[in-house]
């Protein structure tokens, strides 16, 4: 069997358990008059269509169809909204240790979304839905400690991990690997795979702009154009847990979201296109910027303008790193230590105040370097490399269906 067959099993393994598990659910509410029932009984009748859909093998299409887009918007959230109810009745109900449960509940959590991913989000084909569920995937994914109290969560450390979505970000990982290789796309690169044309010079020096610029965001003092480049205060606070695991969070998952799925899909989308590779990038790099303006949340509108900006001309600058190496593991220790080093000296992952006309003076230099040294990545031995990693990455040369029979 494939490793899809084997996942298409888990897949209604766990659909199953789910489903008695809200049965269970269910009658105790029922049995106590709790009102929450009424929400348990569609919940799982939609569990119950997943079992179905995913038994027939050859359904209508209309029923295909159907299912395909009311799990993709629902099942994430019920997977999340169950394990938060399941660990939470296992340690107040049961009186079972809250350490061991949690740890062996944030170790399922990291893989449970795979089988989801494989059976149900294998099945969207169309490059504008891709990108539209991998976001509201990761939002869902990400929010496990909104189904999870985390006065439950026992050691500090954990009620860390699962604050600041560092859990959530790794599983969030697994589950776009598992839908990228279901659309035949590329792994996000483990084993390196430079080839002809790749230069470690380049690869240095992309390096050196990103350690630059990273000390220059952290701790540049300059208030005018005459010091910026040549004021600074190198002053360490002691890391904390959240904040590091913060920027850990940011890290993989945008890089995982954007990088790795929306560049991915842009790439597929804009295949037969001459240029692919600046069209799949200005619109990853865009959407990580977009992205930034939920922050408005906590943040006022024109702080938020000048980060959203910032991350626009960041991501064009990772995803050439990223496309130039075929490693997403660099970009994620670039974008996490840019994060870490600012979170660490302002002692805050938000952004405060109001945007300064020096906030706008060093966001025009930052877009100009960035997005500089990424049109100098277009040309040359560097655009041909990047263009085989490209081609990787859309699933070319690649393969696909791997067996695992036992006799």
Not at 103 to 120: H, N
Not at 277 to 289: N, T
Not at 309 to 334: D, R
Not at 389 to 401: C, N, P, S, T, W
Request: net charge positive.
């Amino acid at each position: 069997m494939s490793g899809r067959d084997y996942l298409h099993i888990w897949y209604l393994a766990q659909s199953a358990v789910i489903l008695f598990l809200l049965l269970l659910i269910g009658a105790w509410e029922a049995y106590h008059g709790i009102r929450l029932v009424v929400v348990i009984i569609p919940v799982a009748l939609l569990m119950l269509l997943a079992i179905v859909s995913a038994s027939i093998p050859h359904q209508p299409h209309w029923l295909e169809l159907i299912n395909r887009w009311l799990q993709s918007i629902f099942q994430p959230l019920i997977l999340t909204v169950v394990w938060g109810m399941v660990t939470r009745i296992l340690i107040v109900r049961l009186q079972l240790p809250a350490r061991g449960i949690v740890a062996l509940g944030m170790i399922y959590y990291v893989v449970m979304f795979a089988p989801f991913a494989s059976e149900i989000g294998g099945q969207l084909q169309w490059a504008v839905g891709r990108i539209i569920y991998l976001f509201w995937w990761m939002n869902i994914v990400l929010a496990m400690s909104v189904a999870f109290p985390l006065k439950f969560s026992g050691p500090h450390a954990f009620a860390v991990l699962i604050s600041t979505g560092a859990v959530g970000a790794v599983s969030f990982f697994v589950m776009v690997t598992t839908v990228m290789r279901a659309w035949h796309l590329s792994w996000p690169g483990i084993k390196p795979q430079f080839g002809w044309g790749f230069s470690w010079w380049v690869l240095l020096t992309l390096i050196i702009v990103d350690i630059l610029f990273t000390i220059w965001n952290a701790y540049g003092t300059g208030n005018s154009w005459k010091n910026m480049f040549f004021q600074y205060n190198f002053v360490w606070k002691r890391p904390t847990g959240t904040l590091t695991m913060e920027a850990f969070e940011a890290a993989v998952a945008e890089e995982t979201l954007c990088r790795f799925g929306f560049l991915g899909c842009a790439l597929y989308a804009f295949r037969n296109f001459n240029n692919r590779i600046p069209y799949a990038v200005l619109l990853s790099s865009a959407l990580f910027g977009l992205m930034h303006y939920f922050n408005l949340i906590g943040q006022s509108f024109d702080i938020t303008t000048v980060q959203v900006l910032s991350a626009f001309s960041m991501g064009i600058f990772f995803a050439v790193v990223y496309l130039y190496t075929g490693q997403l593991w660099i970009s994620m220790i670039m974008h996490f230590l840019i994060d870490w080093t600012s979170f660490m000296v302002s002692g805050t992952s938000v952004m405060v105040g109001k945007a300064s006309a020096m906030d706008w003076v060093t966001l025009f230099v930052e877009m100009v370097v960035f997005i500089g040294i990424s049109i100098w990545m277009m040309y040359g031995n560097r655009r041909q490399v990047m263009k085989r990693h490209a081609d990787r990455l859309i699933g070319e040369d690649q393969h696909f269906g791997f067996r695992l029979e036992f006799n």
